[in-house]
């Protein structure tokens, strides 16, 4: 019940939260404190990549071999790359990334992802544009 209210505004006043959550402002705050200690709920500025003026964006289906959490680990640590998936299927790993230019991007890719020990292949899935991006879903 706490949850909903914070995923449309996770600025909402304590005064506000407590009644849709039906508690008092103090009994409010304790309960997204609780949230946030135990790590269901982290606070964050939402940021629109375009709007700082990083418009080249991809998804990048990354193959390695040895240990992938190590690639994943190396690759994190890249400029420009905001999301690594460890996943199962025709790729070991998914990595989103953002970048000023196309140039920057294939600079990324070959000099950064492709130089990580493992990395066999990367294929590039250029975004046209970002269509859904919910912050909302449904919870428990």
């Known amino acids: 019940k706490t949850l909903r209210p914070l995923q449309n505004d996770g600025r909402v006043s304590y005064a ?11 009994a409010a705050r304790a309960r997204v404190q609780r949230l946030i200690d135990t790590g269901v709920v982290r606070v964050v500025g ?39 998936v460890l996943t199962a299927g025709a790729f070991d790993l998914f990595v989103e990334v953002v970048c000023h230019t196309p140039a920057q991007l294939l600079d990324l890719i070959n000099d950064g992802i492709k130089a990580v020990p493992g990395v066999n292949h990367v294929e590039t899935f250029t975004y046209f544009g970002i269509h859904t991006h919910r912050f909302v879903w449904d919870v428990p």
């Open 16 to 26: 506000e939260l407590g009644p849709v959550v039906g508690l008092p402002a103090p």
């Open 46 to 84: 939402v940021t629109d990549p375009i709007a700082l003026g990083l418009p080249t964006m991809a998804m990048l289906g990354v193959r390695a071999d040895g240990d992938i959490r190590a690639a994943a680990d190396a690759i994190a640590a890249c400029e420009g790359v905001i999301y690594v």
